[in-house]
């Protein structure tokens, strides 16, 4: 072979290698190109908040002798308790059973631990008994009363007239009434107690989906993990000596599907927060109609 042509095929050699080359590294200056241009949106928080209500007036105490032969009656309650809501032109109460038992635990309660508030010497309020009663409410109230009263009648219009207490029984968020009444010594005095539970059932307001709550934060929770390999793989392809070839080609892809996966589940976790949050909302409007 003449010197003519071993130098043809080493030009020839030396081009190609420099072609290959700068193929290699242009393949690779888009794969890393694309690295720099992935963006991975931040996650907004759920602000909106499931409210409950309970409402409670100072307990009503009549300063009355015992009247011979006075008696309450539950049906007597619930009754002009309603005329009281007709003649404001309020939808009646139902009578709930549930209601009716969670009252009829706080009489008892108040009659064997002597006290007559809201909250009984345990911390154990109104929507304890409803909760034992097994009753789920959106909102609840409660009237307590305690004297001789001349009938149901006078029972009603005494809690009719404090201010506190007519506000629950005109209460129109209101739907349904529990009433206990009884008679018992009370400070070493013959008296009745008296109660009524008010309540709006949860049933009346469908509460946001706790699977969807869930299914939030196990979506958040892989973000976190996704996030921290991603940002290891980062790493590791910055502190790469070589920036080029099969092995950096192949970090470079393992760091894209990583936030492709990222991206995949940041887009179904906004859809499911924006679902869950228009069912806050509109749970939050209902309760407050």
Known sequence: MTNFLKKLFFIIFIAVSIGVFLFILKNTDDVAKNVNEKVIPEIKNITTNVEERI?????????????????????????????????????????????????Q???????????????????????????????????????LALGNFEGDKDLVDAWLASPGHRENILNSGFTEIGVAVKEGFYESKKTWLAVQVFGRPASDCAKPSDDKKEQIESNEKKLDNIQIQINSKRQEIENSSRKWGASYNELVKEYNNLVNEYNSILDDLRILIDTYNTEVNTFNTCIKS
């Open 55 to 103: 409402k409670s007036a100072p307990p009503l105490r009549a300063i009355k002798e015992a009247i011979s032969k006075t008696e309450l009656t539950i049906n007597g309650v619930i009754q002009f308790t309603n005329d009281a809501r007709t003649n404001d032109r309020k939808k009646i109460l139902e009578e709930n059973q549930l209601l009716d038992l969670a009252a």
């Open 105 to 143: 635990s706080k009489v008892n309660d108040m009659f064997e631990k002597q006290y007559f508030e809201h909250v009984g010497p345990d911390g154990r309020d109104v929507s304890d008994w409803t909760h034992d009663a097994g009753y789920e409410y959106i909102s609840i109230g409660e009237n």
